[in-house]
């Protein structure tokens, strides 16, 4: 059995040394790897970025591969497991659809809200309704973050509401750091590009927003 794992990570490089150990896999293929997984045994790293969704797909047929199985989020949220399968190939991972779990806080919240399963209270914003005021109103300490994928990376804890009022404006005006992420109660999210957003959430349990912002949409985005 021929197995191509997806990603240049240590989450890939230990998935392909195991991988690599069992008595049916006879060749292991990284895309795009690591200097790690290149030394091991019956490992081969691919020059093929993760992201390169096509390019997989050719070198998984040209390649005969039996099995893919993917690593990074990025890949899954871009619907590399739905092309294999439309092209008869397995591979191991959520569809875009589930993915899209990860892929976006703000639709996550909709979902959870749409299905009553236990969450945070929220309200959503776009950059131009962001109301600062409604920040104000929250209990600290607040947890920022942005909608998207942000690599574990991002989640910042502010302890004041005026830190988290600070923050968010620069974020807003496109300084410091490019990727938020939160967990707990009350949230607002305003969008920083097309399809980015943050989200502001207090973490005090039992908490609720204090009052519905301007321009703000309660639970999930519009239209989900």
């Not at 790897?33 to 992201?51: F, K």
């Not at 399968?85 to 397995?90: I, M, P, T």
């Not at 959870?112 to 969450?119: G, K, S, V, W």
């Amino acid at each position: 059995m021929r197995v191509l794992i997806v990603g240049g990570g240590g989450r890939e490089h230990a998935l392909a040394w195991k991988v690599a150990q069992s008595p049916r896999v006879t060749q292991v293929d990284v895309a795009p790897g690591n200097a790690g997984s290149a030394l091991e045994p019956g490992v081969r790293n691919v020059s093929i970025p993760a992201d390169d969704v096509p390019g997989l797909l050719r070198f998984a047929r040209e390649e005969q591969i039996d099995l893919t199985i993917v690593g990074p989020e990025g890949p899954l949220v871009a619907g590399i497991v739905d092309a294999f399968a439309g092209a008869g190939l397995r591979c191991f991972g959520p569809v875009a659809a589930a993915a899209r779990l990860e892929g976006s806080k703000a639709h996550t919240k909709a979902f959870l809200e749409r299905h009553a399963i236990p969450t945070a209270a929220y309200a959503t914003f776009t950059r131009a309704t962001f109301d600062t005021d409604w920040i104000r109103a929250q209990r600290a300490p607040l947890v920022v973050k942005a909608d998207g994928l942000a690599a574990g990376k991002g989640v910042v804890i502010c302890e004041s509401v005026e830190e988290a009022v600070s923050f968010v404006e620069q974020i807003r005006n496109g300084q410091g750091i490019d990727s938020i992420r939160i967990f707990e109660l009350n949230e607002v999210k305003f969008e920083l590009k097309p399809y980015y957003k943050v989200e502001l959430q207090a973490l005090n349990p039992g908490s609720a927003p204090a009052r519905p912002a301007p321009g703000s949409h309660r639970g999930g985005p519009p239209g989900s």
